[in-house]
């Protein structure tokens, strides 16, 4: 199985802030990498798929980038909606698997 | 718009069954892979299993091989999940989600999800 491992596991930032995660693949999975935005009691929200593009309705503020075995989530000009936890997920081979998670926190 | 509604949760005893199901509307259900992931009282994401458009491939994580099993019914836009010899550990909030792709092997993702049902496990 392909094992994600994101970083930090969580973090304080402010709005306006600039807020970059990582997820580190096992092995190669090309640019099969997504990003899901979660809060609790709410359905998860796909915001980048494949890599770096954004998903329709997703706001621009949020960018991927990466290829291989080593992907970045960057959140630029933080806002209130945005705290919430974030997960990797790869579907570049079976059982798809996530990242453990990446909790972003109000300073 | 598309719409994912998940029921069948609740409060059952280890080791029976439970029957999950999701009700899908707004798409062509026909053409869209669908999974099943889930998120344990304090943990992350999970993914749990998965089948193709047709339902001719299925795939399940190694935590629940041989006890869940994943299906669809097409003439009633439903997605499935039987889940036997249920554990503590399977408590979760259950979540059925769409594949953009049509195939569970389609390196695709995951573009619109339910908003989750909660199962949980105790004597």
């Known amino acids: 199985d392909i094992q994600l491992t994101q970083s930090p596991s969580s973090l304080s930032a402010s709005v306006g802030d600039r807020v970059t995660i990582t997820c580190r693949a096992s092995q190669g999975i090309s640019t099969y990498l997504n990003w899901y935005k979660h809060k609790v009691g709410r359905a998860p929200k796909l915001l980048i798929h494949v890599a770096s593009t954004l998903q329709t309705g997703v706001p621009p503020r949020f960018r991927g980038s990466g290829s291989g075995t080593e992907f970045t989530l960057t959140i630029n000009d933080l806002q209130p909606e945005d705290f919430a936890t974030y997960y990797c997920h790869q579907s570049y081979s079976l059982p798809q698997t996530f990242g453990q998670g990446t909790k972003v926190e109000m300073k | 718009q598309v719409q994912l509604v998940e029921s069948g949760g609740g409060v059952v005893q280890p080791g029976t069954s439970l029957r999950l199901s999701c009700a899908a509307s707004?798409?062509?259900?026909?053409?869209?892979?669908l999974h099943w992931a889930r998120q344990a009282p304090g943990k992350g994401l999970e993914w749990v299993a998965g089948i193709s458009y047709d339902g001719s491939d299925t795939y399940s994580a190694e935590s629940v091989k041989g006890r869940f099993t994943i299906s669809r019914d097409d003439s009633k836009s439903t997605l499935t999940l039987l889940m036997s010899s249920l554990r503590a550990e399977d408590t979760a909030v259950y979540y059925c989600?769409?594949?953009?792709?049509?195939?569970?092997?389609?390196?695709?993702?995951?573009?619109?999800w339910g908003q989750g049902t909660l199962v949980a496990v105790s004597s």
């Open positions: 707004g798409f062509t259900f026909s053409r869209h892979a």
């Open positions: 989600a769409r594949d953009w792709y049509y195939d569970i092997r389609g390196q695709g993702y995951l573009d619109d």
